[in-house]
Nanobody, 123 residues
Framework: QVQLVASGGGLVQAGASLRLSCAASGLTFSSIVMGWFRQAPGKERELVAAIGWSGGNTYYADSVKGRFTISRDNAKNAVYLQMNSLKHDDTAVYSC????????????????WGQGTQVTVSP
């Protein structure tokens, strides 16, 4: 049974940093693409960042480039999202997801999903 457990969300002020973590189990972690999505109230879910199985291939949404960094530790079956210079517009529920297919890194069709973690950035 595949499980993805996200953590690290919280309430911070604009300009602060947060680090989200996602622990995976039930799959061969080193063979999968991992992604972080977010969904704000009234908005569509968007792919924020993704990372290939080796960590060498990454994708970032334009809105977070230069502020967010995705990384993974295959030994720990974990993926992280370091979020710096947070803005009020970053407020959303953040979810981690996994997929096994070899499609491009920016692909948004993921098979496995974890629960979300709320990130709230006050103005």
């Amino acid at each position: 049974q595949v499980q993805l457990v996200a953590s690290g969300g919280g309430l911070v002020q604009a300009g602060a940093s947060l680090r989200l973590s996602c622990a995976a189990s039930g799959l061969t972690f080193s063979s999968i693409v991992m992604g972080w999505f977010r969904q704000a109230p009234g908005k569509e879910r968007e792919l924020v960042a993704a990372i290939g199985w080796s960590g060498g291939n990454t994708y970032y949404a334009d809105s977070v480039k230069g502020r967010f960094t995705i990384s993974r530790d295959n030994a720990k079956n974990a993926v992280y999202l370091q979020m710096n210079s947070l803005k009020h517009d970053d407020t959303a529920v953040y979810s981690c997801a996994a997929r096994l297919d070899p499609r491009p890194i920016y692909y948004t069709d993921y098979r496995y999903w974890g629960q979300g973690t709320q990130v709230t950035v006050s103005p």
